[in-house]
């Protein structure tokens, strides 16, 4: 199954390309993006997916414990882009970057990011980026 393919039964391939985010990249530098299809389009991704959307709290129970932390930052950079649609200083509309990592306002060039924060994992050790949601 190509998710290229799913997207395009769903008709979200053009939404893929403008509304993903860049979460993380693997260690064999594969990109990982997260999409919100919106709660519209949810039963019928059901449908073609032959699946079933849990919440967050839910899905915790089954989903392996390194995933967790992608998925919660997906969601929080998501969010984040929701909430974030409108520059605080002029009103206007802001634009999402080609990755997600930030929303500009056009006229001003004025520059939004999200709030992020250094943490080590608990098993290796090694500092990693990952975003605070507030």
């Known amino acids: 199954m190509s998710i290229g393919s799913e997207l ?4 979200l391939a053009e939404k893929w390309t403008e509304e993903s985010v860049l979460i993380d990249c693997t ?3 594969v990109p990982q993006f997260a999409l919100d299809i919106g709660k519209s389009e949810k039963a019928r991704a059901e449908l073609l997916l032959k699946g079933k959307f849990l919440a ?3 899905a915790c129970t089954i989903i392996d414990r390194n995933d967790i932390s992608l998925i919660s930052q997906a969601q929080a950079l998501l969010r984040w882009h929701s909430t ?3 520059c605080s200083r002029t009103g206007k509309p802001t634009q999402k970057n080609v990755s997600g990592s930030k929303r500009v306002c056009g006229n001003d060039e004025i520059v939004y990011y999200p709030q992020e924060s250094l943490w080590k994992t608990p098993c290796g050790g ?3 980026r990952r975003l605070v949601c507030r």
């Open 27 to 29: 260690e064999s530098l």
């Open 126 to 128: 090694r500092l990693r």
């Open 84 to 86: 974030h649609l409108y």
């Open 8 to 11: 395009k039964k769903l008709d």
């Open 56 to 58: 967050f709290q839910k």
